[in-house]
């Protein structure tokens, strides 16, 4: 029984994530957020969602999770980003333009949380 709840509470700790995705536009406006989920919270900068989310938020939650799809960073004219996935001691980093349809409906991903995270 011991050695039972020493792995289970290892393994809700290994189960933490962290997303992070830091965009700063030309001129030069900075935005950082920090979707984090924890021994099954889900916080999104700072504000704690609960253990469950609505269909779409658990969707859009998804998404970000996997992160943007991959961009060249060359004469980026809108922008950067760098997107970090923290999994436990792995760190998964990308970087590129913050501009395009792909870049767009991983912002909108963003959004719909936030929307959420506000109660609207």
């Not at 916080?43 to 961009?71: C, I, N």
């Not at 590129?96 to 609207?120: L, M, N, P, S, W």
């Amino acid at each position: 029984m011991r050695y039972f709840l020493l792995i289970f509470f290892m393994s809700s700790y290994c189960l933490a994530s962290e997303v992070i995705l830091d965009r700063t536009n030309k001129s030069g406006i900075r935005k950082i957020d920090i979707l984090k989920k924890d021994k099954g919270i889900y916080t999104f900068d700072g504000k704690s969602l609960g253990k469950t989310l609505p269909p779409k938020v658990a969707a859009a939650w998804k998404q970000v999770e996997r992160g943007p799809a991959s961009a060249s960073k060359q004469r980026c004219h809108a922008g950067t980003y760098i997107y970090i996935n923290k999994v436990s001691n792995k760190e998964t980093r990308k970087e590129g333009c913050a501009e395009g349809a792909d870049y767009g409906r991983f912002v909108q991903y963003i959004e719909d949380i936030r929307t959420h995270a506000q109660g609207k």
